[in-house]
């Protein structure tokens, strides 16, 4: 694992116990309580929430790490590796070429193209190319 996505991983675990460590209301949400927190931290993405409904785009290259609980992300572009933290986080990816993570609980997570390898050490978490 690489520092980064380490990095990336202690950063969204970190948030998801903090209380009011997000920073942008996220208007899309069905849940008006919901917030965001996205920061990008060298060419990676690190979201965490709690009951967003948010896009993402990973634009060609970019890596993303998802932390919080019960999300629902449309991520679009191309993610070189992707790392799912947290829980119930329903994640639909468009492309990831290398990596793609999920050790998060109860994740569902498809993606629509790509080969990546893919590690699935979540408790009730599933994985589909769609």
Do not use: Q, R
């Amino acid at each position: 694992m690489t520092s980064i996505k380490i990095a990336g991983a202690i950063l969204a675990v970190a948030c998801i116990g903090l209380t009011g460590c997000t920073s942008t209301k996220d208007s899309g949400s069905a849940d008006s309580h919901a917030t965001s927190f996205p920061v990008e931290v060298g060419n990676t993405i690190n979201y965490s929430s709690t009951g967003s409904n948010t896009v993402l785009d990973c634009a060609d290259g970019k890596s993303l790490t998802v932390g919080g609980a019960n999300n629902t992300l449309t991520v679009n572009g191309t993610c070189a590796t992707v790392n799912i933290g947290g829980t119930d986080n329903k994640v639909a990816l468009n492309k990831v070429t290398s990596e793609l993570d999920v050790v998060g609980m109860n994740a569902t997570v498809t993606y629509k193209d790509g080969a990546p390898k893919v590690t699935t050490t979540g408790k009730g978490s599933t994985v589909h190319k769609s």
